[in-house]
């Protein structure tokens, strides 16, 4: 089965703290996703990458930026954390776009 | 922008009924539709993907498809209350990224 791990299931954070998510797929997938969820809001797309050292903005990149130096790694990184930037954040990884996306148990970030 | 609707509900069904979840979506050139259910505190999993028009049944769940009338459903027979969770549209868009598109779920309660 395909694993998607990510390293903290629960992380509080001060305002203005450097914040680093990681996730880590074993399934050789191309493609890789940052998501956070909001109640009501639904998921929606901080970041993805095509390949190793590509990103590509999602819809929601403001005040984010991520990593992919390895393929099977891609890390999200709040520069400056923000108490609005509190929210559940899910990685996701899938074989190519037609295809499903296998996520991550997701991380509850909270920025007080 | 191209949209994923959903109502949020929740719909509530009796134990043994059949549940009507619906989605609608903007981009006619869309090809690919999938459900996601989602337990409380945990995080996404596929139920079904569906990519041409009409029915497809995989045990309880029948996704059905009508592109005409852009929209996407997903009926669960035999409603059971582990069936209770939020489900989740998403829909791969025809150009741009290629990236899914989620609704923002609806929320399913089936009761003893």
């Known amino acids: 089965d395909v694993k998607v791990t990510q390293s903290s299931r629960y992380l509080v954070k001060r305002t203005g703290e450097k914040v680093f998510l990681e996730c880590v797929q074993d399934?050789?997938?191309?493609?890789m996703f940052w998501y956070r969820q909001d109640p009501g809001l639904g998921l929606r797309l901080i970041y993805f990458?095509?390949?190793?050292?590509?990103?590509e903005k999602g819809d929601i990149p403001e005040g984010y930026s991520v990593s992919r130096e390895k393929k099977e790694r891609f890390s999200l990184i709040l520069e400056s954390a923000s108490t609005n930037q509190t929210s559940m954040y899910l990685c996701?990884?899938?074989?190519?776009?037609?295809?499903?996306?296998?996520f991550g148990s997701g991380t509850q970030l909270s920025v007080l | 922008q191209k949209e994923v609707e959903q109502n949020s509900g929740p719909l509530s069904v009796p134990e043994g009924a059949i549940a009507s979840l619906n989605c609608t979506y903007s981009?006619?050139?869309?090809?690919?539709f999938f459900w996601y259910r989602q337990y409380s505190g945990k995080s996404p999993e596929l139920i079904m993907s569906?990519?041409?028009?009409g029915d497809k049944e995989d045990g309880r769940f029948t996704a059905q498809l009508n592109k005409a009338s852009q929209y996407v459903s997903l009926l669960i027979r035999d409603s059971q209350p582990s069936d209770s969770a939020t489900y989740l549209c998403?829909?791969?868009?025809?150009?741009?990224?290629?990236?899914?598109?989620f609704g923002r779920g609806t929320s399913l309660i089936v009761h003893p």
């Open positions: 990458s095509y390949d190793v050292k590509m990103k």
């Open positions: 981009d006619r050139g869309s090809q690919s």
């Open positions: 996701a990884s899938s074989p190519n776009p037609n295809e499903k996306l296998f």
């Open positions: 569906i990519y041409s028009n």
């Open positions: 399934m050789d997938h191309e493609n």
């Open positions: 998403a829909v791969r868009p025809s150009g741009g990224s290629y990236i899914p598109t």
